[in-house]
């Protein structure tokens, strides 16, 4: 699988561009035998290091590279998956704040779903 489009290359490295912002995560990338999701908000001018939630065991803030990424081999000749369906409206911090309180980011998604869904509601 691809990890990422051109598309969503463009819209991490403009993030990357301007720092210091609360973005929202582009791109979810999982592994699909266990342990491991990343919410990507930015991309690095290097085109390798990518900035945002990462859970590996715990949910922190912090950055790691995609080519280690996408080397990655799994069981059956698999490797680190791209959430085709992933979309949010919220930033990265709601997403961390759900995901520490909550333990990881996969039980975080019910949390930031329930914020959204509410947001939609109030017109937000």
């Known amino acids: 699988m ?6 969503l ?10 720092r210091y912002v609360d973005h929202v995560p582009v791109v979810k990338f999982f592994n699909p035998f266990g342990e491991g999701v990343w919410l990507a908000t930015e991309l690095d001018e ?4 990518m900035f945002g939630l990462a859970d590996i065991g715990y949910p922190e803030l912090g950055s790691w590279s995609l080519s280690e990424m996408q080397a990655v081999r799994l ?13 949010t409206s ?18 975080a998604q019910a949390i930031v779903h329930a914020a959204e869904l509410a947001r939609r509601e109030d017109g937000a």
Do not use: C, H, K, Y
């Open 46 to 49: 290097d085109g390798d290091i």
């Open 90 to 107: 919220l930033p990265v911090s709601v997403w961390a704040e759900a995901a520490r309180e909550s333990g990881s980011i996969r039980a």
């Open 75 to 87: 069981p059956f000749g698999m490797g680190i998956e791209r959430d085709l369906q992933f979309a």
């Open 9 to 18: 290359r463009e819209q991490l490295l403009s993030n990357g561009r301007r």
């Open 2 to 7: 691809i990890l990422l489009t051109e598309e």
